[in-house]
């Protein structure tokens, strides 16, 4: 029987169809594996959340790492870490001692004990009436002031005699009172000076102070103690004033930005988010910090203005924008400087997700900051050789290994490790160039501001938000005073008790020398 031979049209018309069906399945598989690959992209990204969730709530705030996977990272960069020593344990602490029983606390102006008593004579030609004889001493006017020594209130008496003509010839005479920090107040500057450092270093709301100074004596309101800090901090405006010019002076700027609630005038009851903007000179030894109600690229960019020198910052692009629209000619005077341990962080978050691939980089880092440690005490030259020998081949290494991790298929690209690759190239410039030669001075990240502006992250937790915009502008004042004498190793009750009397008989000419690098240099 004959076969008959295979029509090619149908033939045609079954390779059509096959092919159509193979298209089908491959868009089908296709399809599947990217919803696969979505899925895994999902997954790794909760994980991450959670992750970073888990160590929020219940890990430990340090960003220490565990020494065994720092370990198994300097086996893969072929080197070891040193070993670790543990802490050692604390000691017990002593019995507490019994206490005394307290006196009876003072409760008028009367009842505070005399500690001081000053004198005020006037001159001894003076003493001597018109018609030529002697002032005879009839009274004397007595200026009660209440002072603070650490735990206790004590009055301090300002005596001036005065003296008149038995004849009548003539008024009375009598010296004048110095000048007072409080004009006509009967706070002393010790007084104003604990409360200035209760609240903006010690984080005590002044309600919380009205309450501590009634149980020592007389009691101050709150409106009073606010109405001191607003005196203190006008009197201390000239000193804030020259702190910025010398930060801005000094070559070598760290900057960070803190949020701060402060209440909207606008909207009563309501508070609004404002920012304290921190500048920080390391070699200079000052910080300024400067209240905003924004977070834009503006107050960086009015700093700038006026600044030449190393401006080191976190990865914050507000600072890369405010540098871009400086005219080329200030442009040219700035060099830009990142934080490493800004970038540490990231590989920390990727390795707590879980990421194990995290921890050469972070030994690597360690290695980094092992040699910074001993160059401490190195002077900026001696840093800068070192770091050329010893930081840029540990620089030019981990450069590489984050170019191979980028390329890395397997690192999925939302996730932790991968944001974290991704943000040290992309700054990669800023972050290494702390080692080139010229630049021994600067540090190899800005921990140092971060540091200055911790104190305001505890006293807004305390205090909840600033009353006004104006208050804010009071308590970047103080809060430059105090960190301006944190980085001198002054005491700020030392220091304000020796400014504010001064600045309170300053001219708007002389006001601005009573800095705490004169106290120390002067107490020193």
């Not at 508070?271 to 921190?278: G, K, M, N």
Request: hydrophobic letters at 45%.
């Amino acid at each position: 029987m004959d076969i008959a031979s295979p029509d090619p049209a149908e033939l045609q018309e079954l390779l059509v169809a096959e092919r159509a069906g193979h298209a089908a399945t491959r868009q089908e598989l296709e399809a599947e594996v990217a919803r696969h690959r979505q899925t895994a992209l999902e997954r790794d990204e909760a994980r991450g959340r959670l992750q970073a969730l888990l160590k929020r709530y219940f890990g430990r705030s340090s960003e220490k790492l565990d020494p065994n996977q720092l370990s198994l990272a300097w086996a893969a960069v072929q080197d070891e870490l040193m070993a670790a020593t543990p802490p050692a344990e604390l000691p017990a602490p002593p019995p507490r001692p019994t206490c005394a029983p307290a006196p009876r606390r003072a409760r008028r102006l009367e009842d505070l004990p005399v500690l001081e008593t000053v004198v005020i004579d006037v001159p001894a030609e003076q003493k001597v009436a018109a018609d030529g004889t002697a002032l005879v001493r009839i009274r004397e006017e007595v200026t009660d002031e209440v002072d603070y020594q650490p735990g206790k209130l004590f009055r301090r008496q300002i005596i001036r005699p005065v003296y008149a003509s038995p004849s009548h010839a003539g008024a009375p005479q009598i010296a004048p009172l110095p000048p007072r920090v409080i004009p006509g107040g009967q706070a002393g500057p010790g007084l104003i000076a604990q409360v200035l450092l209760s609240k903006y270093a010690d984080h005590l709301p002044l309600y919380r102070q009205e309450a501590m100074l009634s149980r020592l004596g007389p009691a101050f309101t709150r409106q009073a103690m606010g109405e001191w800090v607003g005196h203190a901090a006008g009197l201390l405006r000239p000193v804030y004033d020259e702190l910025r010019q010398r930060v801005g002076s000094s070559g070598y700027v760290q900057a960070d930005e803190t949020p701060i609630r402060v209440l909207d005038p606008a909207r009563p009851g309501a508070a609004r988010e404002a920012w304290l903007w921190t500048f920080l000179a390391p070699v200079a030894k000052a910080v300024v910090f400067d209240f905003r109600l924004t977070r834009s690229h503006e107050p960086a960019l009015a700093f700038l203005r006026e600044f030449r020198g190393a401006f080191q910052t976190d990865g914050y692009l507000a600072y890369d924008k405010a540098l871009d629209v400086l005219p080329p000619q200030i442009r040219a005077g700035i060099v830009h400087f990142n934080c490493l341990a800004h970038c540490r962080r990231a590989f920390v978050e990727a390795l707590a997700s879980g990421d194990d691939r995290a921890a050469p980089f972070l030994a690597q880092i360690g290695a980094l900051y092992h040699i910074e440690s001993e160059l401490r005490e190195a002077t900026p030259q001696a840093r800068a050789q070192a770091r050329s020998t010893r930081s840029l081949p540990w620089l030019a290494a981990m450069e590489l290994a984050l170019k191979k991790a980028s390329l890395d298929l397997s690192i999925l690209p939302r996730s932790a490790l991968s944001k974290a690759v991704g943000y040290a190239l992309a700054r990669w410039p800023n972050l290494t160039r702390f080692a080139e030669p010229a630049y021994g001075q600067v540090h190899i990240d800005s921990n140092a501001v971060e540091n200055s502006i911790r104190p305001t992250a505890i006293g807004r937790k305390n205090y909840l938000f600033v009353g006004h915009p104006g208050a804010g502008g009071r308590s970047a004042v103080i809060y430059s005073i105090l960190g301006t004498c944190k980085l001198l190793g002054l005491n700020p009750w030392h220091y304000l008790t020796w400014a504010l009397p001064r600045l309170a008989a300053a001219t708007n000419h002389t006001a601005h020398r009573f800095t705490p690098q004169l106290f120390a240099k002067e107490s020193g």
